[in-house]
């Protein structure tokens, strides 16, 4: 099985959308036999489900995803986990062992991400680029 985690030095990205890179963890046996980071091609949204299926990814475990890329990744056939935050490794560890917390609800449904950064999370705010639910 393949895992793939959206990855920022250590971290699970937070804009599914907008990562740079993953994390793909190869497990067989319900261990981790080994891990590289493997570059998006700065492919984004939606189209980066294509990535993760050559990839060969059964789980994506990632922090804030939008509505259309959950519609692609679920065409894919690839399961997600969203709306995760903290280390990577950390966090596959916490999947195979069956206790990771993720939102299964997990939205993010903003299209600004620049300096003027708006997003409509209420009450929380917002602290995007590194968390959306």
Do not use: W
Request: include cysteine; charge should be negative; aromatic fraction near 6%.
């Amino acid at each position: 099985m393949k895992i793939a985690v959206t990855y920022d030095n250590g971290q699970i990205f937070q804009h599914f959308g907008r990562t740079e890179n993953f994390k793909v963890y190869t497990v067989e046996g319900g261990k981790v036999i080994s891990s590289e980071v493997v570059s998006s091609n700065g492919i984004g949204h939606g189209a980066l489900a294509g990535v993760l299926k050559e990839l060969g990814a059964e789980v994506l475990i990632c922090g804030g995803i939008g509505g259309g890329a959950q519609t692609a990744i679920e065409h894919a056939g690839i399961k997600l986990l969203g709306g995760c935050s903290g280390d990577c490794d950390s966090a596959v560890e916490a999947y195979l062992s069956g206790t990771l917390a993720y939102n299964p609800d997990v939205k993010c449904d903003h299209h600004s991400h620049g300096e003027g950064h708006s997003c409509n999370h209420g009450e929380e705010g917002h602290t995007c680029g590194h968390k959306c639910h």
